[in-house]
């Protein structure tokens, strides 16, 4: 059985030497790979016994796709008066098994006229203010338009 390590590579772009087990295998996970299409190789080092080699065509394409998201809104003020400002907060998260911190922006509504975008910061929350509510029951809706997010989700919000 050979033994030594495995050296993974994503292009020319090393991303880690692996020690074989003892069925000869040797397993790398990364959580690292960037949105796209990644060509993976493997290069075996080689032991006293086996000599070494490289990953033969054709290689492994890894293909990386956008995270789902979810999206939530409040309301800072709810219910409020007329003219009174209102900030409305969104929290994006990425949904398992995607991970990390979604960016972008997101665009808040009333129903279906547009209040404001705003830029997600680095806790994948947005936020506007405003003051110009008009009086009767605000229907909020989001669009958002994430890194994590394909096609840009909608939720509604009372």
């Known amino acids: 059985m050979p033994t030594g390590t495995v050296t993974f590579f994503d292009g020319s772009t090393f991303l880690g030497t692996i020690s074989l087990n003892s069925s000869g295998k040797a397993t790398f996970k990364t959580s690292g790979l960037a949105l796209g299409s990644h060509t993976i190789t493997v290069s075996y080092d080689g032991d006293s ?13 890894q293909t990386v796709n956008q995270a789902a998201t979810k999206t939530t809104v409040i309301s800072s003020a709810n219910p409020s008066r007329f003219g009174q400002p209102v900030t409305f907060t969104a929290t994006v998260k990425a949904v398992a098994p ?17 209040l404001g975008t705003a830029q997600l910061y680095g806790s994948g929350q947005a936020t506007i203010s405003i003051s110009t509510l008009s ?3 605000t229907r909020s809706r989001l669009r958002t338009l994430a890194m994590a997010t394909s096609p840009p989700a909608r939720r509604r919000r009372h």
Do not use: M, Q
């Not at 070494?52 to 054709?58: K, M, V």
């Not at 995607?98 to 547009?114: A, E, I, L, M, Q």
């Open 49 to 61: 016994n086996f000599f070494a080699s490289a990953t033969t065509t054709p290689p492994l394409t």
């Open 98 to 114: 995607g991970s990390g911190v979604p960016t972008g922006t997101v665009t808040f509504y009333d129903g279906t006229t547009p």
């Open 135 to 137: 009086v009767g029951r």
